[in-house]
């Protein structure tokens, strides 16, 4: 059965990623932006990733309250009559009667 808070959910997931794209995208310009001596584990990497993070939260947040939509929207579509698929033909028995014997 179709929930009608899906398509919110979905609107929230859909605009969650797309943040998430553009703050990944960012801390690649920030890292790649690093001088060279700051590698993983170093106050300047560490801080740049940890403010990188920060931001992400929220988003992050937003995908674990809303993301098992997906799940449920999956399960009811798996459910669901097809208006593409034929309609399923009940299975035909032989009549009970008098079976002929076969000659060999």
Do not use: K
């Not at 979905?10 to 590698?39: E, I, K, M, Y």
């Amino acid at each position: 059965m179709i929930q009608p808070r899906w398509a919110y959910q979905l609107g929230v997931l859909h605009t969650a990623l797309d943040q998430l794209d553009a703050l990944h995208q960012q801390w690649l310009h920030t890292r790649d932006g690093l001088p060279a001596d700051a590698r993983c584990g170093t106050p300047a990497f560490d801080d740049a990733l940890a403010e990188h993070h920060a931001e992400a939260w929220s988003y992050l947040d937003d995908w674990a309250t809303h993301g098992p939509a997906l799940g449920e929207i999956n399960a009811a579509a798996r459910h669901a009559p097809s208006p593409l698929a034929p309609a399923p033909v009940p299975a035909v028995s032989p009549a009970p009667g008098p079976t002929a014997a076969v000659r060999r």
